[in-house]
Nanobody, 121 residues
Framework: VQLQASGGGLVQPGGSLRLSCTAS????????MGWYRQAPGLQRELVAV???????KYADSLKGRFTISGDNPKNTVALQMNSPKPEDTAAYYC????????????????WGQGTQVTVSS
């Protein structure tokens, strides 16, 4: 299973940026997809995740500015970042929890390589 993220880059404070991630490979069903981020010297933290039923969970500090959406048939998740702030600068990692095979008893977790988002004027 591979998670391929795209859309990172430089964005001005108050602008907008959209991240996308597609899961590919041996996938039977995806339970959760989403995004975490890690700034230099800090621990990786939750940004937002979305379940296969469409339910979403956000970091409290990001509610109202970031929106997560999922496309189940395409195994894709997107993160719309509106009004980003300099403190949102970090490497953003795509995440998925899934069953790779219908024979699996337990889900497995996968991470993408990370895409850098820099918020600066």
């Amino acid at each position: 299973v591979q998670l391929q993220a795209s859309g990172g880059g430089l964005v001005q404070p108050g602008g907008s940026l959209r991240l996308s991630c597609t899961a590919s490979g041996s996938i039977f069903s995806i339970s959760v997809m989403g995004w975490y981020r890690q700034a230099p010297g800090l621990q990786r933290e939750l940004v937002a995740v979305i379940g296969s039923d469409g339910s979403a969970k956000y970091a409290d500090s990001l509610k109202g500015r970031f929106t997560i959406s999922g496309d189940n048939p395409k195994n894709t998740v997107a993160l719309q970042m509106n009004s980003p702030k300099p403190e949102d600068t970090a490497a953003y990692y795509c995440y998925a929890r899934l069953f790779a095979s219908e024979d699996d008893w337990n889900e497995s977790e996968y991470w993408g390589q990370g895409t850098q988002v820099t918020v600066s004027s």
